[in-house]
């Protein structure tokens, strides 16, 4: 049995979240499929109007272990809170205390200059970790 898993993120502004997206975990652009230059040649191919280029994009992990993320275009706004978030690790688990303190508030910094914002800071059984939203305010963990 095949199981492999993408998470995928509902957005108004697909490009911009996938650059957010890409510097919070790390993640690449995922390459067109063998055979295309762009998404659009690609696009192109399936008969995908023009006006719909852009309405989605997708990230992958260089090092093929973790999901790929793909980020579509809705009409609509987020509206409520997410019921599914992801955890952003910044530090390998078991790091000593303060490495990985520091470690996460460096990525925080990070995310902040890119547009994230902090929601919260908890203090729960993995240590500090920072509540984060994205641009599009989908909220994740920094820890």
């Known amino acids: 049995m095949y199981t492999k898993i993408q998470v995928v993120l ?3 502004e697909p490009a911009k979240l996938a650059a957010f997206w ?3 975990l790390g993640y690449i652009p995922e390459p067109p499929p063998k055979g295309f230059t762009t998404w659009e040649d690609f696009g192109r191919s399936i008969g995908m109007p023009e006006e719909q280029f852009g309405d989605q994009a997708a990230i992958i992990d260089p090092a093929g ?6 980020i579509q275009r809705v009409p609509e706004g987020k509206t409520a809170k997410n019921r599914v978030h992801l955890d952003v690790r910044a ?6 205390a303060d490495q990985r303190a520091q470690l996460v508030e ?3 910094a990070r995310l902040l200059r890119a547009g994230g914002v902090i929601a919260w800071r908890a203090n729960d059984i993995r240590g500090n970790s920072v509540v984060m939203r994205d641009p599009e305010g989908n909220e994740f963990c920094v820890t």
């Open 91 to 96: 530090a390998e688990p078991g790091a000593p």
């Open 65 to 70: 272990a973790g999901p790929r993320i793909y």
């Open 10 to 12: 509902d957005a108004t």
């Open 22 to 24: 890409e510097l919070a």
């Open 106 to 108: 460096e990525h925080v």
